[in-house]
């Protein structure tokens, strides 16, 4: 019988904006209308008083962002062991940014923090894979409440668009990661509400870009296994 290819699913891991179906709750905050993403970097980005503390940050951190979805874009979520790459590649930089932001104090800005931390999710899905964990490595994020609700915005804009990875993964597969769970709009609520000030937007335009950059080199120091899966066929 004539072998038949396997679909295959890259892993676009940070789109928040982008998940072509959305969850009920979060699709009540998209704006439709969002002007694309802009390059300027942070530090030259004037607030805008016409828009929102988290269109700003989506603007200072669009060309980091699209550096770390290519390097995300190029995992596979269809076979154990490309799957397993991803998840090593996140649990070398998500423990490392929720320490940071707990040691921080993100608690204190978000009360229902403990809820919102992932790295317990992640830590059993490597378990249930029988795929060690790799050393994570500690996250230096600037100091202060609005760097740290600009790292927490990384962190939750990616969990915004796991929900759409998880129905990507190969069935069978553990996936308590990628369905982790909290409501992204009370979480835009807090960071809008702390953030008014317009003042303090740099400084979490800062926080955001220490976080991407925990993730880029942790993508770029677990490369994606592809040669299980590039050609995985079914024969009958």
């Known amino acids: 019988m004539k072998a038949i290819a396997l679909p295959q699913s890259r892993a676009h891991i940070y789109r ?10 979060e699709a009540l905050t998209q704006d439709v ?9 942070p530090a030259a980005a004037a607030p805008d008083a016409t828009r929102g503390i988290r269109w700003f940050l989506r603007d200072a951190t669009a060309a980091r962002h699209e550096v770390v979805d290519g390097l995300g874009s190029a995992h596979r979520l269809d076979t154990p062991e490309a799957y397993a790459a991803f998840l090593r590649a996140h649990a070398r930089a998500l423990p490392g940014v929720e320490q940071a932001l707990e040691a921080g104090g993100i608690a204190t800005s978000l009360p229902d ?11 059993a899905d490597l378990d249930a894979l029988n795929t060690p964990a ?8 600037p100091q202060g409440e609005a760097a740290l609700l600009g790292a927490a ?4 804009g990616s969990r915004f668009g796991n929900g759409m990875l998880s129905k990507q993964v190969a069935e069978g597969l553990p996936r308590a990661y990628l369905s982790h769970r909290a409501s992204w709009p009370a979480f835009l609520a807090v960071l809008e509400a702390r953030l008014a000030d317009r003042a303090l937007w740099p400084a979490a335009a800062a926080g955001a870009l220490a976080a991407f950059d925990a993730f880029q080199a942790a993508l770029a120091a677990e490369p994606p296994t592809l ?4 050609d995985a066929t079914v024969h009958g």
Not at 227 to 230: C, E, G, L, N, Y
């Open 153 to 156: 915005y990384v962190l939750e």
């Open 113 to 123: 923090w403990p809820a919102r931390a992932r790295r317990a999710a992640l830590a």
């Open 134 to 141: 790799p050393a994570a490595a500690p996250a230096a994020l």
């Open 16 to 25: 928040p904006f982008r998940s072509p179906k959305k969850d009920p709750e």
């Open 227 to 230: 040669a299980a899966s590039r």
């Open 33 to 41: 209308s969002q002007p694309p993403a802009g390059q300027q970097d």
